[in-house]
């Protein structure tokens, strides 16, 4: 099974292709910081983040304690 990490999971079209993986089985982890995003919009099935992306060490440590397959990228 493939891990994704997608970023700004919580927008109308990220949340949407999160969704979509999620059904296709893929661990789906997202990262957003709900500045544009809502929280309602993340799927519960997925790993949830609360922070930007422009914040290097929380995305470092994350890319460190995950193997991603993909990453997708939604963040404005």
């Known amino acids: 099974m ?3 990490l997608v970023t700004g999971g919580a927008g ?3 949340s949407h292709v999160v969704n979509l993986l999620i059904e296709r089985d893929y661990n ?4 957003d910081n709900l500045v544009t ?3 309602k919009l993340i799927n519960k099935n997925a790993q949830f983040y609360n922070f930007d992306i422009g914040d290097e060490k929380n995305v470092n440590k994350i890319l460190k304690q995950n193997h991603f397959d993909i990453v997708m ?3 404005g």
């Open 28 to 31: 789906v982890t997202v990262i």
């Open 37 to 39: 995003g809502n929280l």
């Open 73 to 75: 990228h939604f963040a």
């Open 2 to 4: 493939k891990n994704i």
């Open 12 to 14: 109308y079209i990220g």
